[in-house]
Structures are given as C-alpha cells and as structure tokens.
C-alpha cells in the first residue's frame, strides 16, 4: 500500500504541472490522399517550444554517442552534438547521463521536446501515461528516457517497425527512467504505437507494441492503450523480459491466460476519472459517430472503447487538426458552456485551485498549456524530403496556425527556432500564437469564431496550394535533390513571414476591436454588457443588497 501511495503521489503531482499530451494516428487506408499520420499536442506548460534541425552527421568507427537526460525548460539542451541551433553561449553544456555506440552515419531530424520527424519521413508522437513505477535517471546506469530514446530512433531508422525495435532493445539494455510514455511512430507504410514503463528495479524497461491496423485511426491521451499481448502475432512486439518479470512482481499470473499489458504495468486513468478516457472517446465519436459509443464506462480499465476504429470518412490533415481544436463542443461536456466558462464561454481551466475544495475538471483536447502541436504527413508516392510534413502549431491548437514542415528543409525559420518562455517576443511564432489565444480569453465566444477564420483562411491556402508544392518540389528533386531542399527550405521561410506579419496584423486588430469590454469595430465605443442567462445565473436581478428605493439596505 506504502508503494501504491507514492506512486499516486507522483501521478498527482506529474498531472498538476503537465506532461500530459494527445496523440492520434491516421494510418494510409484511413487518410483521404494514403498519406500516413501521426500527430502530438506537447501538453507541457513549462517545455522548450522550439522546433529544431538536427542536421547529419559522419562519425569515425568507435565514436561514442553520448545520451542527454530530458531537461523541461529552457533551453531542453546546450551543446554542440546536436547541431548549431542548440549552440547557445550563455548556457552551459549539458552533462550527458551516458553513452552508447556511436553508428558510421546519423539522418538529419528536426526536434522538439520530443524527436518529431526525420530525413525518411519517419515520424514521432508522444504522451505520457500512468504506470506502477516512476524511475529516475542514474548517470551510467539508467540514462535513456523517451525523449531520448525518440531522436535515436530518428537518428538511426527510416521505419516505424525498425524504430521500436531500437527503442525497445536500448532501453532495455541500458535502463528506463521516467513513468509510463507511448510513442506513435509512422513511415510512409503504417504507424506503430510503443508503450514502456520502467521495471520494479528501476534498473530496465518493459515495452509492449501494437501495429494499427490498416485503414483505422487511434488516439491516446495519458493512459495505455494496448491489452493482451499475442506472441503469435507479427503485427504485436514486447520486450523479451516482460513476462518473467511482471510474473516475479506479482502483476501476472501466466495460468490466468494472455498477458494484458495496461492491466499489468498500470494504474489506469491518469489523474482524475475521464481525465484520459473522455478524450479517447470524444475522438472516437468524431471519426466514427455511427459506432455510437458512450462517453461513459465502469472504470480505469475499461476495455469498451477499442483500440483502434475504422472512420466513417476518411480523414484529411485539416481533418486531424480540428480533432486537436476540440473542446467538447454541442456534448453534455462542452466546455464553453455554463457558469464555469463564465459569460463568454471560455473553455480554460485552470490548475492550482482551492486544496480545501476538492473537485475536477473535463480535460478538453486542446488545453491552453499545449506548448506546441503538430500532425505529421508521411508520403512514399513522392520523395523523401517532400513526402515528409510537419504541420507545426507554436502554441495550443485552438489558438495555432499550423504551417507546413517539409521534412527536408535544411534551415527552420527564426520565428519556429528561436525564444523561450522566459521572455515575450513578438518575432516569435509562439509568443504571437499564444497572445491571440490569451487576448481572446476576454471575450472568448466573440473573438474564438474570428480566429477559427483566420485559421481556416490561412490553413486552407496552405492546403490549396500544398499539390503544386508538392509537384514543383517532386521535378526539382529528380533533377537536383539538393535544389529541391533549398526550394523547400525557401518556401517554408516564406509561409512563416507571411504567416507572422498576417498574424500580427490580426493581434493588433482583435486588440483595437475588444478593448474595454467593447466592440469597438465598427463603431468605438459599443457596448456588449452581458447575456442575460449569465446575469440572472450570477444574482444581478436579484437586487438583495439595494432597499425597494433603489439606495442600498442598511
């Protein structure tokens, strides 16, 4: 009981800063042009938001390759390994916890608080999920986390299949800290998700994964989404030491049948009832209403949401994002509605409330402490280095503009490489993101519907234009790959300064039109007051503090 009690002492306490992102997977048959997705909203709060180049490199026979414990701040490292990005002066190095052997030749990535996609278009999303043991990080002796484990695999593999089992093998041999995590890791054939949590010693890993079968889509929100494990079964991996251990732990019983690994490593919802279930269900329901499945289930471990649906339509990239921007909305859950989301229904709430009231929220799928988000497109009809997207959102969903990431731009634009957290800048993409989403908190239910076309305006020429990219980018490649990286390092460069200066123009806008409580375009001064719903919710009918004369009651 005394183990159990610390675990949930450190589920509380990860759940109240952050750490606790979505992911959703559109495998080829599911999406409408067979491009494979993954996706991942960085549900941080505190994290690094940059987005990085991590460019190749060559190294000698017998090189060692040093492993980087996951630092949440700014900056998520300070060196030279990994880049000239990286190469800040006024932070020092950052110490490795360890190293393993360095191969002949890594592929270039691009990086976040996570690896996120490489050179091959092979693709990375995260969450993190409950689990029975939290590990921490032992300098030469359990020095891989998932976030390491995640720019390995992006380093060394140009498969998803050939990514865990990297990940997996790595972890294993040289030890696991952290709690429970799942990466879902695309290429241009299938997507895979990867479970692991730290074993009872703290010393290795245990890893389970499941291929998504083709033409489904899947989602995880902080909670393990693989069940029982079939040796038999090529499209299901687990590390060799699972059963053995989870056996002398106590957490398995082999007569009992199959080895269910949520049930074996977890301890269910992460956080709160609903806080992870609600979430899978909400993106379930969107892609696929006619299954019709409830919101509602007997607990933690429920097993009547699958794994994976096979959609009712089939789903574009504008399709997957909006499942980011959800809210609830038209649902018994939607939190724009009611007293909570006050008189213009603001969907945020916010952590650190009363601890002598005691109570939860919805967890909505876009939360204001995302960080960043994107929705990856992995394309083997066209050649790598444009196959490859990253629809990359520098702040929270419902308040980013995503723009396209071609995998094989060699430099990220200053607005989406540079800045932290500790300074506002309005060159920054996420300071101008996050503003517009914070500005609008204001009066969220007038200004929200004038993002979202801003949003659908900006995102829908991207999109529109997206195939003659793709065609120009495909015919400069069979004639110069290195002029098609240049042409797509060039075009990306110009969708951010268009994308910022757009942006800016906007902020300063919705500022000039809702200052004061009015709505000053187009005419200043105009006042909005109040819905009435809200008024008679809150007492201002109820005139209890005024005598019948209008003058206030002794």
Request: glycine share 8%; net charge negative.
């Amino acid at each position: 009981m005394r183990k159990i009690s610390l675990v949930l002492i450190v589920v509380a306490a990860i759940a109240s800063f952050g750490w606790a992102c979505t992911t959703i997977i559109v495998t080829k048959g599911a999406s409408v042009d067979g491009s494979v997705m993954t996706s991942h909203s960085c549900d941080c709060g505190a994290c690094d938001f940059r987005y990085v180049y991590v460019p190749a490199e060559d190294y000698e026979p017998g090189t060692l390759r040093p492993v980087y414990p996951f630092l949440e701040g700014y900056p998520r490292y300070s060196g030279t390994a990994m880049g000239p990005t990286y190469n800040d002066p006024n932070y020092p190095p950052t110490e490795p916890l360890g190293f393993i052997e360095q191969v002949e030749h890594t592929y270039a990535y691009f990086d976040g608080a996570y690896g996120i996609i490489n050179e091959h278009q092979l693709a990375i999303g995260e969450c993190t999920c409950s689990a029975k043991v939290y590990a921490q990080p032992v300098a030469g002796e359990c020095i891989f986390d998932v976030s390491a484990l995640s720019k390995v695999a992006l380093e060394r593999c140009t498969t998803a299949r050939e990514a865990v089992e990297l990940m997996g093998a790595l972890a294993v041999e040289y030890g696991y800290y952290g709690w429970g995590e799942t990466l879902t890791v695309a290429d241009t054939e299938e997507a895979w998700v990867f479970e692991i949590c730290a074993t009872p010693d703290k010393k290795s890993a245990l890893w389970a994964a499941k291929k998504v079968p083709d033409g489904e889509v899947f989602v995880e929100a902080n909670i393990f989404r693989i069940r029982e494990l079939d040796p038999e079964n090529p499209d299901i991996m687990f590390s060799p030491n699972l059963i053995e251990v989870a056996t002398e732990a106590g957490w398995y019983d082999p007569s009992t049948g199959p080895i269910d690994w949520m049930a074996t490593v977890s301890t269910g919802e992460y956080s709160q009832p609903y806080y992870s279930l609600r979430r899978i269900w909400r993106v379930l329901d969107r892609v696929a209403p006619s299954k019709e499945f409830s919101p509602w289930v007997e607990d933690g471990f429920s097993k009547a949401l699958p794994f994976s649906v096979v959609p009712d339509e089939k789903l574009s990239v504008a399709d997957a994002i909006s499942l980011f921007r959800d809210f609830y909305e038209g649902t018994e859950f939607d939190l724009t509605e009611g007293l909570a989301a006050g008189p213009f229904g603001n969907p945020n709430r916010y952590a650190g409330s009363s601890k002598l009231i005691k109570g939860s929220w919805e967890r909505a799928i876009s939360i204001f402490r995302c960080d960043y988000v994107f929705v990856t497109q992995s394309r083997g009809w066209l050649p790598d280095p444009v196959g490859g997207v990253v629809w990359f959102g520098a702040a929270a969903p419902h308040e980013s503009i995503l723009v396209p990431m071609f995998c094989g731009i060699t430099d990220v634009p200053d607005a989406f490489d540079t800045g932290s957290l500790e300074k506002f800048d309005r060159d920054v993409a996420a300071w101008g993101m996050n503003f517009m989403g914070n500005w609008a908190e204001l009066k969220f239910s007038y200004m929200y519907p004038e993002i979202q076309a801003l949003q659908q305006k900006i995102e829908g020429k991207l999109f529109a234009v997206q195939p003659a990219i793709d065609m120009a980018a495909a015919q400069l490649f069979e004639a110069d790959p290195e002029l098609c990286k240049e042409f797509l390092t060039d075009y990306v460069a110009n969708v951010s300064e268009s994308v910022m200066e757009e942006l800016w123009d906007f902020n300063e806008y919705l500022i000039t039109k809702y200052r004061d409580g009015y709505i000053n375009v187009p005419n200043v001064g105009s006042s909005a007051g109040y819905p009435d719903w809200w008024l008679k919710e809150v007492g201002y009918a109820d005139g209890h503090l005024f005598g019948d004369d209008g003058y206030k009651a002794k």
